[in-house]
Nanobody
């Protein structure tokens, strides 16, 4: 399985972005579908996960209520809808299903 993240960019504080993670290969092997973020000078952190099959989700406190993770099995893709973006949301966002599957990062910059 290969993962391809996209959708990053420059957005003003309070704005929105939607990130996508497209998977090639056997998508159904990817059970836990996650987004990680690495802010400048900080370690990579898990921010959201969705479990395929039952749709359970988990969010880090820092994004709870502002970000929504979803998945579309028909498109072999999962998403991260990000609203009310803050400067501290700036970073490189990675889609992943650790330990075996990681995408390349997509840069999100929140700045006026």
């Amino acid at each position: 399985v290969q993962l391809q993240a996209s959708g990053g960019g420059l957005v003003q504080p309070g704005g929105s972005l939607r990130l996508s993670c497209a998977a090639s290969g056997n998508f159904f092997r990817v059970i836990a579908r996650s987004w990680y973020r690495q802010a400048p000078g900080k370690e990579r952190e898990l921010i959201a996960t969705i479990i395929s099959g039952d749709g359970r989700t988990w969010y880090a406190d820092s994004v709870q209520g502002r970000f929504t993770i979803s998945t579309d099995n028909a498109k072999n893709t999962w998403y991260l809808e990000m609203n009310s973006l803050r400067s501290e949301d700036t970073g490189v966002y990675y889609c992943a299903s650790p330990p075996n599957f990681w995408g390349q990062g997509t840069l999100v910059t929140v700045s006026s």
